[in-house]
């Protein structure tokens, strides 16, 4: 089922909004990751997806329908909590029929369904078992299952993987993409976790700030971010940041040309930084010392000071002496520029 | 053998002879039970009768119409503490999950009711019962405490304690208030409500001072009240009187050793709360 | 659902959940408290018609001139003087030992507690046994020990200490287990390393225990106070429906109780009642004023 909002916005008071002129489209059957810092608004989205939260303005539409104003029960949705929230009376089996026997099914066919949807999240040989003896990952399984159960029009799951360990989490984080391809739900992931986001969508929105700051492809999202906060928030080593300025007598400010001017910010990923020019690099560089350099597993990472501030680069092979000054070149895909309010000009 | 050794010695004993001064009354409450008048006004008394008249009980209980005081403790335990337990539960609920005007003012209201002596209410209430010819009834016994602000406000704590996740997770899954409270909520929280329960049980079979006041009528005696006036009906037949113990203390100490655990924790919870 | 506005049909819902509570304790509480004001203040009640008339103190002025009045108010305040403090040193001393002998605790604690959910009329009616002056087993250990025998329940000397042993050992359980709970929550590693700082058990009694269970020990005090104000179930049983050889027990709740229930004076028990409410509600906003500013859970 499709998804859509249209100039929906939030206020708990009356003075902010926590969400401000939200405008987007979930298509049918995609999943879509929202994510950002906490209190970037990205829970309280989902929780207006599922009528949990009424918005302030605007509408919510599922497939044309206009959903504004129906309960969470009437939109037909499944949500997995954060901290599961599995009904700690029930066995699993119960658990994951009790929506069922809300909506007065025969006990022999919710049974029979949550036997099945077992099957499909792969705890069927727990069915007996009380919730409280399950792992969290199995929790988190059951969870699943339970939204699944009144075959939702949509998957919403809130932060589903942040209790879990980190070898569990990359494990769910493959189940749930698995269940939801077999499924073929339209569903919506809540995490702040961006390479979790990464790896598992088929699109991301990135919320801060009561907005949208981007919703595109995830590899859109490191290729070309909108804006300063996608920049740094999208990508495992940090983005080094600098003022424009510090370029001004260099020759790599001729060689980007009239976009420069425009500019505030240098934005450069630390594994753009390279030591040698090539096709992919700008053709000038700029002359750096090396502060220190440290090694963990295969992933150098080595601090240059320039103009006094220090540049973090990583994935350099190349070994030189500490102290030693060297001309660094910027990897054209890793290096932006943005203006005052931090859009990247490279997409004008 | 060591000095700290020595004292733990010590120190036992002194438990033991706490715990014998805690038992003895109910030992001798049984052992007397089942004398003769003349074997129990002995002189050294005598520990444990030869031949124990265990028929004092049967007798003692039709010195009385006991059995009917049974039934009338039972009726009046029973519908009170069930009647306490429904209100509690509803009032907790909406107190804990539910959004309404004056939640706070209607709590404070209540809360006052924690605070006063119930003995002050006693003639107020008298009169009420009386000017609705509700006297000698088991209404008059029961509809006073079918309410407890004590209980709600313990409920209501552990109401609380359930995240709120689950109550949105049970909208979702399409539950009116109605159903979650009693599929989820009251299973979840079924300890702290058996809890309450049982403590409710034992303090309505034991209350005597309102059921006193409000049977004139012998036949609508609860037992500690039958008990109290027992003396009128055997005199000085100390046996006798020791069984009519028995019928008021034996239940509540069985249903005592069957749910300590919950008893206990109902005191600890409740206990600090004041 | 979260953040929607209050609206009119939710607090009608959640009424619907309230009434059947608010309802009662209206009737059964809040009215009566009232009530047992105004009753107090009325110079003349008829109890047929329900009607009072002239407003005044006099009641009030009556207990404060009834002889009777005072021996309730002293023999109360003897009566909560001598059950409390010693009621939760005796009960701290047993919660201490209890801990000691942590495998047998459980059953100790059951015997303990015993007392406590029994019925205070029949286990005072074992007691009348138990104080008989001729046959009483407690006048025959007396004797072994060649002490002279005590008219425990016909001596008017004798009536508040008869009524101290007793509430002492029929609510001993209650403290005991609360004061478990506390020395259970301290955590272990202050003994551990006071033990370390060469510290004696007692000097870690003094130093760790006292000073970290005070809270408990505080509300404990409170509560028992509030409870052996109000005692009355003993007194009826041991006395037979009196106050006890020349009223020698007469406490507030009895001469309320006799009072309305006897004597049908309404006013002036419901005042002696109110007097009751101000006592009990000092020691209330005592206890609260002190959780509030000393008390961490």
Known sequence: ?348 | MTKRKLANILFFLILVLGALIMVFPFFWMISTSVKTPSEAAQIPPMLWPKHPHWVNFVNAFHAAPFGRYLVNSLIVTVCTTAAQMFTSILAAFAFSKLKFWGKNLIFMIFLTTMMVPIEMLIIPNYVTLSETHLMNTYLALILPWAASFFTVFTLRQAFNAVPPQVYYAAKIDGASDWKYLWTVLVPICRSSIVAMTILEVISSWNDFMWPMIVTNDPNMRTLPVAVASFTNDVGTNYPYMMAAATFVIIPMIVLYVILEKYIIQGITKGGLVG | MINQKISWKQTLHALLYLAPMMILLSIFFLYPIISTFILSVFKKYNFYTNAGQGIGFDNFAYLWHDPMFHQAVKNTFIFVLGVVPASIIISLGIALLLNRFSKVRGFFQTLYFLPYVTSTVAIAMVWTWIYHSDYGVLNFILKLFHLPPVGWLTDPHYTMLTLIIFSIWKNLGLNIILFLVALNSVPKQYYLSASIDGATPWQQFTNITVPLISPTTFLLTINAMIASFKVFDQIYVFYHNTAGPNNSGMTIVYYLYQKFYVENNYTVASAAGVVLFVIILLATILQNYVSKHYVHY
């Not at chain 1, 599995?86 to 809300?102: D, G, Q, R």
């Not at chain 1, 809130?158 to 879990?164: A, I, K, R, V």
């Not at chain 1, 500490?322 to 004008?348: C, H, M, P, W």
Request: with cysteine; charged share 25%.
């Open chain 1, 1 to 348: 089922m499709q998804v859509r909002f249209s100039h929906i916005s939030l206020a708990f008071t009356p003075d902010k909004d926590t969400l401000h002129d939200l405008n987007f489209t979930i298509n049918d059957g995609e999943l879509v990751c929202l994510l950002g810092p906490s209190g970037g608004g990205k829970s309280t989205t989902l929780n207006l997806i599922s009528g949990l939260l009424v918005p302030t303005k605007g509408n919510i539409l599922f497939d044309n329908q206009d959903v504004t104003k129906m309960g969470p029960s009437e939109r037909k949705i499944g949500m997995v909590f954060q901290n599961y929230s599995l009904y700690p009376h029930l066995t699993v089996e119960n658990n994951i029929a009790f929506p069922l026997k809300i909506a007065h099914w025969k006990k022999a066919d919710r049974l029979a369904r949550a036997a099945k949807l077992a099957k499909l999240v792969h705890v069927e040989d727990q069915l007996q078992k009380n919730v409280n003896e399950l792992s969290g990952g199995q929790q988190q399984r059951v969870a699943i299952a339970r939204a699944l159960a009144k075959d939702p029009n949509i998957l919403l799951l809130d932060e589903p993987l942040s209790n879990l360990d980190a070898r569990l989490r990359m494990e769910m984080r493959e189940e749930i993409r698995r269940i939801q391809q077999e499924t073929k739900i339209t569903t919506v992931f809540v995490t702040h976790d961006q390479s979790e986001a990464m790896h598992i969508s088929d699109s991301v929105m990135v919320l801060h700030n009561a907005q949208i700051q981007q919703y595109s492809k995830p590899n859109e999202l490191y290729d070309h971010p909108a804006n300063q906060f996608v920049a740094s928030f999208i990508g495992d080593n940090p983005l080094n940041t600098f003022d424009r300025s510090l370029l001004d007598d260099t020759e790599l400010k001729e060689e980007l040309g009239k976009v420069y001017d425009k500019a505030t910010t240098v934005g450069v990923r630390a594994e753009n930084i390279v030591l040698t020019k090539g096709e992919d690099t700008y053709q000038h560089g700029v002359r750096c010392k090396l502060l220190r350099s440290h090694r963990y597993g295969l992933i150098s990472t080595r601090l240059y000071s320039f103009k006094g501030i220090e540049l973090d680069a990583t994935g350099l092979t190349e070994i030189h002496d500490t102290n030693e000054e060297v001309e660094i070149y910027f990897q054209k895909r890793g290096f932006f520029l943005f203006d005052a309010s931090g859009n990247n000009l490279f997409l004008e």
